[in-house]
């Protein structure tokens, strides 16, 4: 049996890897010159600068990377715990709040930043428990036929079904049942928190999205630095996927998928020279955005899917600065991660938080005596289609190194290496519609149940990727590929049995 898969992020290694290591035959399509996706590196003078990922989660025993490179047989990447995960910086504020991983720690600065909302965080910590037992047990969600359902009832713990009403509510409902309404600096923590995972503020996210996102950087789990550059994770799973087997097909570009009788049969595929050809599948795994899902379907897209996906929220873009710069530029003790909003003056419509990671020395990202800074902010997708993009370019350049300067010496000596990355270049580089970053919202209309599923309402089609359940970051387009992968098994399991019967 052949399966084929389009894209080569984390999700489609993934997915490809496991079906090869269960013996079938198994092809990438990769419009890109490397694997990894928007978890990819690209580098520039001796410095090694990452796409988009900049943190993992998952590495750790009983982690669901640890556990896709055990089947595999290839070694976990190298990594360091992210402590803190992140340093936040709220408006106007000279110290950080900072996220420990230790939740003794951690409990210990939420108390001293945010008196009286303990009961708040402890309530957050209880379903962080539940939500993360619950998806150890590998539910289908959301479910689309009966083995879906039969996987996900078996799932089902009492403590579960008596949290299930809270998939209705956001994180900001459960902040004013608290007290917490009117907590300003609470409030602007867990927005700024909220967007970097779900694209939504506080009182958009949908609480059980939120207490996972919250409260994965703590121990026993956590955030990871890798070693190297994020390109480790990819370059491990393409490890796994070639040993048993597999094959990855770089600058081919899969530009229709063909359905006949509502199964899918294969796809049209370009190479670099612009040259066609058809392809046979008998599955095929699609780790696009649902957008360009639509695309590659066109006019064998079910209407109600095709109407679903285009009542969905705006996606967002994302700006993005590099930077190499002498180490003289970086703070002594600086975190890996930091949060800043922009000052008023400079201030970016849209979003003004500005996401920033940076290297440590030795971790392989810069030359000795140098490190890497990269900055990024969520845009708007339109405003970078229309108007004077150089300006406008300019003008995001010129106001992020105006917010880091403030906490970085980016004096011109300091600065070896200087470019940004618009929603148009992730475009360009992913093949993603219009650069849109981040999946799907993390809103109540939008997550768990009432989600995308993996499996799509096309025979034979599966989604996988930062557009389905659970979500965006490497660990969420990892579980999504192995749940898509178990729902493959247990199709051809099924029509096996079909066909011994005629």
Known sequence: MRIGVIGAGIGGLTSAALLARRGFEVVVWEQAAQVGGCASTFRRGGFTFEVGATQAAGLEPGGIHYEVFTELGVPVPPSCWCDPACAVYLPGEAEPVRVWRDPERWRAERQRQ????????????????????????????????????????????????????????????????????????????????????????????????????????????????????MQGLSQGLLQGLQRWGGRVRRRQRVTEIVVKRNRVQGVWVENARGERRYEAVDHLVANVTAVDLVRLLGEATPRGYRRRIEQLPPASGCFVLYLGVKQAAIPANCPLHLQFMYDAQGEIAENNSLFVSVSQPGDGRAPAGMATIIASSFTDMWLWQQGDYAALKRQYTEQALARLGTFFDLSPANIVHCEAATPRTFARYTARWQGMVGGIGQRVTTFGALGLATRTPIEHLWLVGDSVHPGEGTAGVSYAAKQAVAQIMAEVGREKQENSHD
């Open 114 to 229: 945010f008196p009286g909302s303990e009961p708040f965080w402890q309530f957050l910590d209880r379903l962080f428990q539940v939500g993360w037992h619950f998806q150890q047990r590998q539910p289908v969600i959301p479910p689309r036929s009966w083995w879906d359902w039969t996987q996900l009832l078996q799932s089902l713990h009492l403590d579960t079904l008596l949290i299930s009403p809270l998939s209705l509510v956001t994180v900001g409902q459960v902040l004013h049942v608290f007290g917490l309404g009117g907590h300003h600096r609470l409030k602007t923590f867990l927005d700024m928190q909220l967007k970097l995972y779900s694209q939504c503020t506080a009182d958009e996210t949908a609480l059980l999205y939120g207490v996972t996102a919250l409260g994965i950087a703590h121990a026993p789990q956590g955030l990871h630095h890798l070693q190297g550059s």
